[in-house]
């Protein structure tokens, strides 16, 4: 079975700075999905990113990018110019190909602080 | 709005009684799935539904049963056979899970 892990359960950052949140997966797959939520206070899930496996390219959207390295099964979320509107639990998922089955990592916690 | 709606937003039940949260979806998804979700453990998948009438367990399907009678609606009950029922339950659909799900806002059941 798949294994997500992110072993950062809390981070914080300063508004405006950098941070970079880790996730490494476990799969012999070689077609599969990556993804990063955010779930803010309301506790609704959203979908920040996400990152097809047989693309080489780092997936950007907006101040939120990965570094995806597919060889060492790791997919990091970095988030740029932090605001306080980026506070939040943010999780790691991962999914293969042709499947309805998405596993989450545990989350990391963070706090971006005026 | 397109959207999934999740009820009640907070629910409390006495040990030993079934309890039934709703979902319900407005986006013609095809795929519906249920997660828990216990601090410092993620989500944990409960059912999924690919189409009506039919459904898949996930890894924590004991103590729970869904249906799936209408494409917008994919109800969860939990029975008084789920042990720990206490948590946080979080409904999603799919149109491609490729793509990513949407969530609905979850609803807190508490057992007392």
């Known amino acids: 079975a798949q294994t997500v892990t992110q072993s950062q359960p809390e981070m914080s950052v300063q508004e405006a700075e950098t941070v970079t949140l880790s996730c490494t997966y476990d799969?012999?797959?070689?077609?599969?999905?990556l993804f990063w939520y955010k779930q803010p206070p309301s506790r609704q899930m959203i979908l920040v990113i996400r990152?097809?496996?047989?693309?080489?390219q780092n997936a950007t959207e907006n101040r939120f990018s990965v570094n995806f390295q597919k060889a060492a099964k790791s997919f990091s979320l970095k988030i740029s110019d932090s605001q306080l509107g980026d506070t939040a639990m943010y999780f790691c998922?991962?999914?293969?190909?042709?499947?309805?089955?998405?596993?989450f990592g545990a989350g990391t916690r963070l706090t971006v602080k005026p | 709005d397109g959207g999934i709606t999740q009820s009640p937003k907070y629910l409390f039940r006495k040990e030993g009684q079934n309890v039934t949260l709703s979902c319900e979806q407005n986006?013609?998804?095809?795929?519906m799935y249920w997660y828990r979700q216990d601090p410092g453990q993620g989500l944990r998948l409960i059912y999924y539904?690919?189409?009506?009438?039919?459904?898949q367990k996930g890894d924590i399907a004991e103590g729970y049963s869904v249906s799936r009678e209408k494409k917008e609606s994919f109800p969860l009950t939990v029975t008084s056979a789920q042990k720990n029922p206490t948590a946080f339950y979080l409904c999603?659909?799919?149109?491609?899970?490729?793509?990513?799900?949407?969530f609905g806002s979850g609803t807190r059941l508490t057992v007392v």
């Open positions: 999603a659909s799919s149109a491609q899970p490729i793509y990513g799900y949407t």
């Open positions: 799969t012999s797959e070689n077609n599969y999905y």
């Open positions: 990152q097809e496996a047989y693309k080489q």
């Open positions: 998922a991962f999914m293969k190909l042709n499947n309805n089955d998405m596993r």
């Open positions: 986006l013609n998804h095809d795929a």
């Open positions: 539904s690919q189409i009506v009438n039919d459904f």
